[in-house]
């Protein structure tokens, strides 16, 4: 029986740089269309709450638009999705049945956190605050 | 003392078997399945298995919600093998609509399918290089697996879970940038599966441990409804790649791979070879991939279902998987119904270890390719007895000796 040549393959890799990434200090290397971490943008957002009815996991909430946010006419509702993303599948159905298109995408995947991590301040940055109404515009929710 | 024995009308032989389980925790693969060997010395005289730590419910959960949202749930009733669950499920709903996709899109299914048997098989031959304490191999073919799922997530966006197939088409399209990406992984990849395939055949580690090991007739094969490559290293040409020719397998050429010893080593060696058929259908589809649309628009499905019901079957990496769909109409089905390659593969084969060496359990199991959480979705209490029939420690313990 040959002998097959592993042997070669081990010292090989004895010296050469491990395959192991050093999470988390290390970056895990994703494409740049991985499906990752989505968010609504508010200004292109109708309130129509289809991605809250299709998300399979319910990962969706559909809250109040807070006070002091320009909310634009179409959302006439001033609802806007709140996405849970420890519930999120990341299967981005929310993404494609969006009448307006309104998700933005990234390929953000550590969210690994001890609190709870939601799409709300990264959707409501997307709206320009009110000029009239100086306060801060933290949500009721 | 002597008067005591001399009065016993009765002998009572207590057989030695010592009952081992094998399992729940880690029996063979990562999966949650216990299988209660009985040993008399180092031989199994009886095994049992036991399911259910992993039962989900995810068929009754499927008539919950609705058509669309069961695609994603039918996706993760197995994490290795969910494009296949997914496809399945989408092409029933397809039938039901009486919808076709475009070629390009059933390329690009068959493509993501692939890249699955792919990862999916040097899995499991790595764990079998484990179980059989060749770690080595094991750490080596998991980097080299890294590849393909880097090649998975370039087509669908994720490393694992793909939820790429959607009713009408795929859910992202290739562009030659990515093409060319792929094609590089395939090129870099091909040699590893070689050099590993000669490690199986030569190696005398592997050798020892998986020759001669856990062997299935065909006979044994046909009456005990077993499929895929355990079938297949038996002999029992059973793909139904081949026979259903779904999506664009009637188009791409291909072979069923088939071997006559039926045992762990020809189990192996049909998923090596198996993985060199499955690049050559890769590599065919890159370089033949017919143009026009793929993505449907999903704001534009149909989100009520007409009447009707279809029974679909795709061959997943651990061979035949089907799908039922019923429709009453609505935007429900009325009736899911799964039946995993696995859940023939494991319950059926269990009179089989009989004979064999406690320590080959764990190889033989493996070599069957386990997927507990695809299987978990009935559970199955009553199972055919040992062959030789003994009295246990304990019943002897229970009086019925
Ligand atoms: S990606 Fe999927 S799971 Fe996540 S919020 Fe969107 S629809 Fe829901
Ligand atoms: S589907 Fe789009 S428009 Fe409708 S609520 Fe969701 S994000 Fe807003």
């Not at chain 2, 593969?345 to 070599?367: C, E, K, Q, R």
Request: charged share 30%.
């Amino acid at each position: 029986m040959a002998k097959v040549p592993l042997l070669k393959d081990v010292l090989k890799l004895i010296f050469s740089k491990p395959a192991t990434i050093q999470y988390p200090r290390e970056e895990t290397p994703v494409e740049p269309d991985a499906r990752g971490r989505q968010y609504a943008d508010l200004s292109k957002c109708i309130g129509c709450s289809l991605c809250m009815i299709e998300c399979p996991p319910k990962a969706i909430r559909m809250e109040k638009i807070p006070e002091g946010y320009e909310v634009p006419k179409r959302n006439a509702r001033k609802i806007y999705p709140v996405v849970d993303y420890f519930k999120c599948i990341y299967c981005y159905r929310c993404v494609t049945v969006c009448p307006t298109k309104a998700y933005v995408v990234t390929n953000e995947y550590r969210l690994a956190s001890d609190a709870p991590v939601n799409s709300r301040e990264l959707s409501l940055s997307t709206l320009k605050k009110a000029s009239q109404e100086p306060s801060q515009g933290e949500g009721e929710g | 003392m002597t008067e005591e024995v001399s009065k016993a009308d009765k002998v009572v032989e207590i057989p030695m078997t010592v009952e081992i389980p094998v399992g729940p925790q880690h029996p063979a693969v990562h999966e949650p399945i216990l299988i209660k060997v009985y040993a008399e010395g180092e031989y199994v005289v009886k095994a049992e298995a036991y399911t259910g730590y992993n039962h989900r419910g995810v068929e009754k959960l499927a008539e919950k919600k609705t058509f669309y949202q069961d695609i994603f749930l039918c996706g993760r009733v197995c994490g290795i093998c969910n494009t296949v669950h997914a496809d399945c499920y989408v092409r029933a709903l397809e039938h039901i609509l009486n919808k076709e996709p475009p070629p390009r899109a059933k390329y690009l299914r068959t493509l993501a399918m692939e890249l699955e048997r792919l990862h999916s098989h040097m899995l499991i031959l790595a764990v079998t290089a484990e179980i059989v304490g060749f770690d080595t191999l094991f750490m080596h073919m998991m980097r080299d697996r890294e590849l393909i799922m880097k090649a998975k997530e370039i087509v669908t966006g994720n490393r694992v879970l793909a939820d790429y197939i959607m009713v009408g088409g795929v859910r992202r399209d290739l562009n030659s940038e990515k093409i060319d990406k792929l094609k590089k992984i395939l090129t870099k990849v091909e040699p590893r599966i070689r050099y590993y395939w000669r490690v199986f055949e030569e190696d005398v580690t592997l050798n020892k441990r998986l020759v001669e090991v856990g062997r299935l007739t065909p006979a044994q094969v046909t009456s005990h409804g077993l499929l895929g490559p355990v079938a297949r290293a038996s002999g029992v040409a059973t793909d139904s790649r081949y026979h259903d020719a779904y999506d664009a397998y009637a188009e791409v050429p291909f072979r069923i791979v088939t071997r006559k010893e039926g045992d762990c080593m020809a189990r192996s060696l049909v998923r090596f070879e198996e993985m060199q058929v499955s690049l050559e259908i890769c590599r065919y589809i890159l370089n033949h991939l017919p143009e026009g649309e793929a993505v449907p628009d999903e704001r534009r499905l149909p989100r009520r279902f007409p009447e009707g019901e279809a029974f679909t079957t795709v061959e997943a990496p651990r061979g035949e998987l089907t799908y039922y769909v019923m429709s009453k109409g609505g935007v429900n089905p009325y009736r899911v119904k799964i039946r995993t390659p696995s859940y023939n593969n494991i319950i059926n084969t269990v009179p089989f270890y009989v004979g064999h060496m406690i320590a080959d359990v764990p190889a033989i199991l493996a070599s069957y390719d386990p997927c507990i959480s695809c299987m978990e979705r009935v559970v199955v209490i009553d199972l055919r007895k040992g062959i030789r029939k003994k009295v246990s420690m304990r019943d002897l313990a229970k009086g019925e000796a």
